[in-house]
C-alpha cells in the first residue's frame, strides 16, 4: 500500500498494547525519526514529500477533469510547493498565489523581495500583483483586471486556456476579474483535499515528530500549573517549548481553567489557576514542517479530584479510546455512525459536534459527526489504510462546573489503529 513504512525503506516499529481495567488499550508507535537528516540516521526526504503531495494532488485534478489550480491559501499553496511565506500575514492579505497545472511544474507568484525563497525550489517564479482594496488605492478594480490577464496568459500557454480553473479563497474583484476574462472556474477545496485524506511515509512521521514537539510543550505546560498561574501564562510556557524545538503556531487558544471549561470553547484569559481546578487545552499545533498536532488533555491542580471531575473524565476517556479501538482500513463511514461509543445521555447537550477528524497540515476531511447532530451530514466512503485522524470528546453537564476534553491522533494502519500521540492521561482523575 502506497505510504507504508515498507514503501519508505524503514524498518516498521512494532507497536505495543497496555492495558487498563482488563481491557487492551490501542498500540501505541512510540518510533520517531531525528528532525534532521545526517550520515548515521536518515530522516524524512523532503524532496520526495514534495513530489509525492504535487502528484498526489495533480491525480485528483486530472480526476475530476480540472485543467489547473490558482491557490491564495498559505496551507494549500505549501502543501503543493513546501513554499511557506508569513503564512499567518498571508492568510487574510492576497499577496502571493500558486498555479498549478494538470501536469508539469507549478508557477509560483511570490512577493518580490521572497522571491528567492521558491527559486531555489522552481524555476518559473514571478512577482505577485496586489489587487486588494486595503492595498490598491481605489484601484483594485484595475489592478485585478490585470492580474486576471496574466492568469489568463499562463494558462493559455499550457493549453488549458478553456478547461476549468479551481480557485480557493479569493475576495470579490479577484473573482469577478477572473469571470470577466472568461475563464470557467471551479472549486480546487474538493481535489486538494482529496489528495491529503491517505498520508504518504514521510507525512506519518512528520505527524509523529509534530506530536513529540507537542508532547515536550504539555509536559512544560503541565508542570507550570499550581495555584496563580494565569492562563495566559501556560498557553506562554507551551508556546516557548513548541518554538524552541520547531513548532510554529497555534490556530487557536482553546486554554481554560476551572469554571471556564464548562462549556467548552471558552479561550485562555487573564484567570488565575485556583486549587482544585481542571485546566483542558487543545492544541491546535503546526508543527515541524507545517504538519499538526490536534491533542486535547484536562490536567488537575492538585491532587484530589471530585467525585464529578472524575466522572467526565472517565466519560471522555471511554469514548475516545473506544472510538480508536474500532478504526481498520475497509470500516465504512456509515457502519462506524451506526454503531459510536454509548455515553451518558447528561453529556449530550454539549458535546463535541465531531467525534473525529482528518488530521495533516490542517484540520482536514473527513470531518465525522454525531449522526443525530442538527444538520449533520452522512458521510460517504470507508477507514483507509494511512488515514491519519483525531478522535475527540467533550463531556462536561449542563450547570456543572467543570469540563473535560481529551483528543488524540490514530494512525490508520494495515493491521488496525494506531495511536500517534502518546502524552499520558492524568492517573488522579482516572482512578
Known amino acids: 500500500m ?6 519508505s525503506g524503514r524498518r516498521a516499529v512494532p507497536a505495543r498494547s497496555e492495558n487498563r481495567g482488563g481491557r487492551a488499550t490501542v498500540p501505541k508507535d512510540r518510533g520517531t525519526l531525528g528532525q534532521t537528516n545526517t550520515l548515521l ?20 485534478m486530472r480526476t475530476r477533469d480540472v485543467g489547473a489550480l490558482l491557490l491564495t491559501d498559505p496551507i494549500n499553496i505549501r502543501y503543493v510547493t513546501g513554499v511557506s511565506v508569513m503564512p499567518l500575514w498571508s492568510a487574510t492579505n492576497l499577496a502571493h498565489y500558486v498555479l498549478v497545472p494538470a501536469e508539469g511544474s507549478p508557477i509560483v507568484f511570490e512577493f518580490a523581495r521572497a522571491k528567492f525563497r521558491a527559486e531555489e525550489f522552481f524555476s518559473d517564479v514571478r512577482n505577485a500583483h496586489y489587487w486588494q482594496a486595503r492595498f490598491a488605492e481605489g484601484m483594485a478594480a484595475e489592478r485585478s483586471g490585470e492580474w486576471a490577464a496574466e492568469i489568463k496568459d499562463a494558462l493559455g500557454g499550457w493549453g488549458v486556456g ?29 481535489p486538494i483535499q482529496a489528495a491529503r485524506v491517505i498520508k504518504t511515509a514521510d507525512e506519518i512521521e512528520l505527524l509523529k515528530q509534530s506530536a513529540a514537539v507537542c508532547e515536550a510543550a504539555l509536559y512544560d505546560l503541565e508542570e507550570a500549573i499550581c495555584p496563580g498561574v494565569s492562563e495566559h501564562e501556560l498557553l506562554g510556557v507551551f508556546y516557548h517549548k513548541m518554538l524552541s524545538l520547531g513548532g510554529e503556531h497555534c490556530f487557536s487558544r482553546l486554554l481554560s481553567t476551572g469554571h471556564k471549561t464548562n462549556p467548552w470553547f471558552h479561550e485562555a484569559g487573564s ?21 499538526v498536532c490536534d491533542v486535547s488533555r484536562t490536567f488537575l491542580c492538585g491532587e484530589r ?37 454509548e455515553y451518558p445521555h447528561a453529556y449530550r447537550e454539549q458535546r463535541y459536534s465531531f467525534v473525529l477528524h482528518g488530521v495533516g497540515t490542517d484540520d482536514e476531511p473527513p470531518f465525522f459527526p454525531f ?25 462536561g453537564k449542563v450547570g456543572e462546573q467543570d469540563g473535560v476534553k481529551l483528543e488524540d491522533e490514530v494512525w490508520v494502519g494495515p493491521d488496525g489503529p494506531v495511536i500517534l500521540s502518546l502524552y499520558p492521561y492524568e492517573e488522579e482523575l482516572l482512578a
Open 41 to 60: 540516521e536518515r530522516g524524512v526526504d523532503l524532496e520526495r514529500l514534495r513530489r509525492d503531495r504535487l502528484r498526489k494532488v495533480q491525480a485528483e
Open 271 to 291: 484567570k488565575l489557576v485556583r486549587p482544585g481546578d481542571l485546566v483542558a487545552f487543545d492544541t491546535d499545533m503546526t508543527g515541524p514542517e507545517g504538519y
Open 371 to 395: 449522526s443525530d447532530e442538527p444538520g449533520a451530514e452522512k458521510l460517504v466512503g470507508e477507514f483507509r489504510e494511512n488515514m491519519v485522524v483525531s478522535v475527540e470528546f467533550y463531556a
Open 305 to 341: 479530584p471530585t467525585p464529578a471531575q472524575k466522572e467526565a473524565y472517565g466519560v471522555a476517556y471511554e469514548f475516545i479510546q473506544e472510538l480508536a479501538r474500532r478504526l481498520r482500513p475497509g470500516l465504512g463511514y456509515a457502519e462506524l455512525a451506526e454503531d459510536l461509543p
Open 162 to 190: 478553456d478547461d476549468r480553473l479551481g480557485v480557493d479563497c479569493l475576495d470579490y474583484h479577484g473573482f469577478s476579474a477572473l469571470q470577466g476574462q472568461g475563464i470557467k472556474l471551479t472549486d480546487a477545496d474538493d
Open 2 to 7: 502506497t505510504g507504508s513504512a515498507a514503501d
